[in-house]
């Protein structure tokens, strides 16, 4: 079937006791069994629960995967699909990266043997050069977060596989209706659900998704051993956006690339930066690889205090962290969501001060460009 009626059908059809066409909420801990040793699949929600399965068959049967397992939160899930190779393994990481991962990496996982080399994964064969004899792991963003800039993913799938190594992917940027990295090769694909699946801003979830049995069962063990799963009410509140996820991404990319176009018109803005865009370095690799670009972009003015006054003076654009819901957002990379990423490496990686990020809603496109050309004016 398409892609829109696997999102509305798939893992949610009518209760088969009272028909309800709705997913019930099962907001339950934990489930009676029929005798000692005898259940009805489910005993415990940390284990597993009936809303967050249908969550699961859901987003792996859109991502084009057998098995998915869904967290807490879109770190919850980096960290499991990360956590999948051994203490002391070297994992390369794609330079930029967003900054509670780059955290996550560098904070927490190191302290437990973990090494992370960072390589701009523009050229796959910066990520071959990259491998050591401990290298165990190959962990993408693509597009990447905040730069957008893209990863040849069958390439690098290609190097794993050779190398022996697991490739994993964030798609969040992207969601599964752009985008679906297991056709590329790659072994996990990774989600923050709080972001295109859900789409409405009012819950956290992440999502691991793979094809590979071995993976499938490491990550539901870290998923039930960790505890850091969904609510019922999350899974539900998921699912419920994700039936809409088809013509919410059309919206998004529609109206994306209208306010790109206008930005790399603008006099006050330096750079812009979005596949769609034919300008694009890589406007060809997203064309082959995806079957859209997206609702996100990031755009340059020049320097701290231009971008201070553009993002303040935006009235429908909201100044917030976060992306992917309907409405539209805008944040300082460098003071926000990289903030984590110290200095230093931050402009390495070209995440400059004059550097403003969009999350592009779905509202009247000609409303965020009237927003966007009264703020830039008054920079």
Same mark, same amino acid.
């Given at each position: 079937m398409g892609f829109a009626t696997d999102a509305i059908h798939i893992g949610q059809g009518p209760d088969p006791e009272t028909g309800a066409v709705t997913i019930p909420l099962y907001a339950t801990s934990t489930f009676a069994s029929d005798e000692l040793g &005898?259940?009805? /699949?489910?005993?415990?929600? &940390?284990? #597993? %629960? *009936? +809303?967050r399965q249908a969550l699961e068959q859901n987003v792996a049967a859109l991502e084009g995967g057998r098995f998915a397992r869904a967290f807490s939160s879109g770190v919850a899930a980096i960290c499991a699909a990360v956590m999948t190779v051994d203490g002391g393994s070297h994992i390369i990481v +794609?330079?930029?990266?967003?900054?509670?991962s780059y955290r996550l990496f560098e904070q927490v996982l190191k302290g437990y043997g973990l090494e992370f080399s960072y390589v701009d994964a523009s050229d796959a064969e910066r990520v071959r050069a990259a491998i050591t004899p401990r290298t165990r792991m190959?962990?993408?963003?693509? *597009?990447? %977060?905040? $730069?957008? +800039?893209?990863?040849?993913? &069958?390439? @690098?799938?290609?190097?794993? =596989?050779?190398?022996? $190594?697991?490739?994993v992917v964030d798609n969040t940027f992207m969601s599964p209706y752009f985008q679906r990295p297991l056709d590329l090769g790659t072994d996990i694909v990774v989600h923050s659900s709080t972001k295109y699946l859900n789409g409405h801003s009012d819950l956290l979830g /992440?999502?691991?998704? +793979? %094809?590979?049995?071995?993976?499938?069962?490491?990550l539901h063990l870290l998923q039930r051993s960790i505890g850091a799963v969904p609510s019922a009410f999350d899974c539900w509140l998921t699912l419920r956006g994700i039936k809409t996820l088809a013509v919410r991404? =059309?919206?998004?990319?529609e109206n994306a690339m209208q306010v790109a176009r206008y930005l790399e018109q603008h006099p006050k803005v330096t750079a812009v930066y979005y596949p769609g865009l034919e300008r694009h370095p890589q406007h060809n690799l997203a064309k082959r690889q995806m079957?859209?670009?997206?609702?996100?972009?990031?755009?340059? @003015?020049d320097g701290l205090d231009a971008a201070r006054?553009? @993002? #303040?003076?935006? &009235?429908?654009?909201?100044?917030?962290v976060s992306l992917g819901g309907v409405e539209s957002l805008v944040e300082h990379p460098a003071m926000m969501s990289h903030a984590s990423i110290p200095r230093e490496v931050r402009e390495h990686s070209g995440i400059r001060d004059g550097l403003i990020r969009l999350s592009v809603g779905i509202e009247d496109v000609e409303d965020l460009i009237g927003d966007l050309d009264a703020a830039l004016a008054r920079a």
């Open positions: &005898r259940s009805k /699949g489910f005993d415990y929600s &940390r284990t #597993n %629960n *009936p +809303t +794609t330079d930029p990266v967003y900054g509670g190959v962990y993408m963003e693509s *597009p990447t %977060n905040p $730069l957008m +800039t893209l990863v040849d993913l &069958r390439a @690098v799938s290609d190097i794993a =596989r050779e190398h022996g $190594l697991l490739h /992440g999502i691991a998704v +793979t %094809n590979d049995d071995a993976l499938a069962g490491r991404m =059309r919206q998004h990319q079957s859209g670009f997206g609702g996100m972009l990031s755009f340059e @003015v006054t553009v @993002v #303040n003076s935006l &009235r429908i654009f909201a100044l917030a």
